[in-house]
């Protein structure tokens, strides 16, 4: 039997330059849109299109093939190519390979943007380049709520930029910029969360959280940070570096904060495991809000 008849999800073979038409498929249909040999980009409707519209929502997800766009070769083109005829709500990048050329490629193509809500470039080795051009294109930007940067090695200086876009910003719901190599950056979320009222969910974990020559180190600015929000619900420090001053502090603001539903510890020093164990002891309320176990991949 045909894939296509055993698997509703199958993409199949096409002509080179031949399209599909989302208003004939049924919903929640996946689809192929922009042949090659390779089946790069797929196509998700996201719900079934009025006869009279003249574009669908769609979902474009790139499977995770690092080769297909070397060093973000041809990647601008493909986005380009769908933006007219179909409105791009997600798009999901993760694990592409993107690199600094990718970054400033998509950087490009986000310019100006209003269509997208949720974006995915996880696992892109955008570096320091890569990361600026992104943060700069997302300045101003009032539609996405949605946004994974995490595992992109960008550094404090991408990192600050990103940290700045809190500032004025309202309507970004979920960030995760997860294993970047920040620093100081962190110390830049802290201070702009305190101005930001619509964030719920913050990922910052296996980033630097302790002091830094002498300098106060990001999680006691997130302590701090704590005290004042009262929006965020969801802070994952899962993995960051961080000994015992962190954890007291991050602890005692939790008694002063009344939103932040869980704060994601896990693979602590043991000082800091020490002095999550105290905290523990003195108040047992904190164990339903403080999670000690490894999030999912």
Known sequence: MPASETNPYAVQSMPKNTGVNLLSLPDDVLSRVVSNETA???????RRTRAAAHAAKVDLVVPARPGQFPN????????????????????????????????????????????????????????????????????????????????????????????????????????????????????????????????????LGGNEMRKVG????????LAAALRRNTTLEDLDLDSGLMGRPEI??????????????????????????LALNNAFHDNPGLVARISTAPRPA
């Open 72 to 203: 973000g070769l041809g990647l601008l083109a493909k986005l380009n190519g769908f933006s007219p005829l179909w409105t791009v709500t997600v798009l999901r990048l993760g694990g592409c390979n993107l690199r600094a050329a990718g970054g400033a490629a998509l950087a490009t193509f986000l310019h100006g943007n209003t269509t997208l809500t949720e974006l995915d470039v996880s696992r892109n080795y955008l570096q320091e380049a890569g990361g600026l051009a992104l943060a700069l294109a997302l300045q101003g930007n009032t539609t996405l709520t949605k946004l994974d940067l995490s595992r992109n090695v960008m550094g404090d200086t991408a990192g600050t930029e990103f940290a700045k876009l809190l500032r004025t910003n309202t309507t970004l719901r979920c960030l995760n910029l997860s294993s970047n190599r920040l620093e100081r950056a962190v110390v830049v979320f802290a201070w702009n969360l305190t101005r930001n009222a619509t964030l719920t969910s913050l990922a």
């Open 248 to 273: 007291v502090a991050l602890t005692a603001a939790l008694g002063q904060n009344t939103t932040l539903a869980k704060l994601h510890l896990c693979c602590m020093l043991p000082l800091a495991q």
């Open 40 to 46: 790069l980009l797929l196509a998700r409707t996201s």
């Open 214 to 221: 002498g300098v106060e180190g990001g999680a006691v600015a």
